[in-house]
């Protein structure tokens, strides 16, 4: 199996618990023997499937009797979830992030794909990576779109 293909097993795996469940708890090196992976694959997944922009929240303890714990966050509404977005990015934010929180909101039915995809045109490196401040700016378009979006829902 290729790395590409095992971490998508080991995503759908934890999303499917995740599915029933608000949380699971897992043991990295239980894990790595079930998919027959290294423990670092798991982390490999972990973080980069498993983001606050993306809905997740993780808590680790290291040692004997160590875990890692994923939790499906929740807000009470959509202006708790937009503000919480809003402070995520500080005051800079990647393509790549920007990119997960567009897809979580319109998992959230929060915007329609186009709306979605409008902003990721807006957002991207080729309309934003002739500035030296790119991420900067980034930070700053979709602070103000996750903001007017928290109005709209109040209406």
């Not at 790395?3 to 998508?8: A, E, K, L, M």
């Not at 490999?44 to 009797?65: A, P």
């Not at 709306?115 to 378009?141: F, H, T």
């Amino acid at each position: 199996m290729s790395n590409r293909n095992t971490s998508d097993l080991i995503e759908a795996y934890l999303k499917k618990i995740l599915n029933s469940s608000d949380a699971v708890e897992i043991r990295r090196a239980e894990m790595a023997d079930l998919f027959q992976c290294v423990p670092s694959q798991i982390n490999y997944v972990i973080n980069t499937r498993f983001t606050l922009q993306q809905g997740y929240q993780v808590e680790s303890k290291r040692g004997g009797g160590g875990y890692i714990r994923i939790m499906k966050l929740r807000f009470t509404d959509e202006r708790s979830y937009l503000e919480q977005m809003s402070e995520i990015m500080d005051n800079k934010i990647s393509i790549k992030d920007s990119q997960e929180i567009l897809q979580k909101l319109y998992e959230e039915k929060m915007i329609t794909k186009r709306e979605g995809n409008l902003l990721l045109a807006a957002l991207s490196p080729k309309v934003l990576g002739i500035y030296q401040e790119e991420d900067y700016i980034r930070a700053r378009l979709l602070q103000a779109f996750l903001q007017r979006l928290g109005y709209e829902s109040e209406e």
